[in-house]
């Protein structure tokens, strides 16, 4: 399978809003949990928010409310929809994919991706 590559990020002002993307044509929706994580500078990384094959998703606390992933209707590209953004969630965000069956139990909390994309960075200024 190819790799997963992001695009999208840039700069932008606090509460200003981005789209990231991740192309997952080498990947196959089925059997893959699919997710977004970011890691800033001097931090680990942390997951942001995953979507399992039933369309399920789970977020990080932080950004329940302001952030949405979502799966395009081409069935090759991940999104995150990134409104209301903050100073501190400028990061470099990676796309990753884990094969779990398609559930994505404990990605978030526990266990993270297998597979990822080089990143995209987003810088949100004050």
């Known amino acids: 399978q190819g790799p997963l590559v992001e695009s999208g990020g840039g700069s932008v002002q606090a509460g200003g809003s981005l789209t990231l993307s991740c192309e997952v044509s080498?990947?196959?929706?089925?059997?893959?949990?699919l997710g977004w994580f970011r890691q800033a500078p001097g931090k680990e990384r942390e997951g942001v928010a995953t979507?399992?094959?039933?369309?399920?998703?789970d977020y990080e606390e932080s950004v329940k409310g302001r952030l949405t992933i979502a799966k395009g209707n081409d069935k090759k590209t991940l999104y995150l929809q990134m409104n209301n953004l903050k100073p501190e969630e400028t990061a470099m965000y990676y796309c990753?994919?884990?094969?779990?069956?398609?559930?994505?139990?404990?990605?978030?909390?526990?266990?993270?991706?297998?597979?990822w994309g080089k990143g995209t960075l987003v810088t949100v200024s004050s």
């Open positions: 990753g994919a884990r094969l779990n069956g398609g559930s994505c139990w404990g990605v978030l909390s526990r266990y993270g991706m297998e597979y």
């Open positions: 080498g990947y196959t929706y089925s059997g893959f949990c």
């Open positions: 979507i399992d094959d039933d369309g399920l998703t």
